[in-house]
């Protein structure tokens, strides 16, 4: 369920706390860092965590290795599926921060009408 909401909320939620002039730029910074820190490590580290399960390298005639051919279970499986259960996580308890610490803006024109409904609602609760 959670691996499908990131695509809609990250822009939604970025598109709606920023200035309406800056979000241009905001989706363009938010695009170069998710593959800064996101795209271009990700698949070097999940290699390198299946290269650190392989328990049986093939080795060739100039003894340079090659494929895994047997795997460690344990350690494939905590590459496979741990990590990216606990990275999500993470992802979801950023979310849930960043909504709780969220306050919205509210322009010079929607506070006089929240100051005249608010004014008009005390004179008539005297009657």
């Known amino acids: 369920m959670f691996e ?7 822009p939604i939620g970025t598109l709606r706390a920023v200035d309406p002039n800056l979000k241009g730029l905001s989706m363009g910074l938010q695009w170069v860092i998710l593959r800064i820190f996101g795209s271009i490590p990700g698949p070097i580290v ?5 290269d650190m399960a392989c328990l ?3 080795e ?3 003894d340079e290795q090659g494929s895994c051919w047997i795997y460690d279970n344990r350690l494939l499986w905590n590459a496979m599926f741990i990590l990216p259960i606990a990275m999500k996580g993470i992802n979801i308890f950023c979310f849930f921060l ?6 919205p803006k509210v322009s010079e ?16 609760s005297e009657f």
Do not use: H, R
Request: proline share 5%.
């Open 4 to 10: 499908f909401m990131p695509p809609t909320l990250v």
């Open 46 to 50: 999940l290699g390198k965590l299946m």
């Open 56 to 58: 049986v390298w093939q």
């Open 60 to 62: 060739d005639d100039c």
């Open 98 to 103: 960043a909504g709780y610490y969220y306050k």
């Open 109 to 124: 024109n929607e506070s006089e009408k929240i100051d005249s409904i608010k004014s008009s609602g005390e004179e008539s």
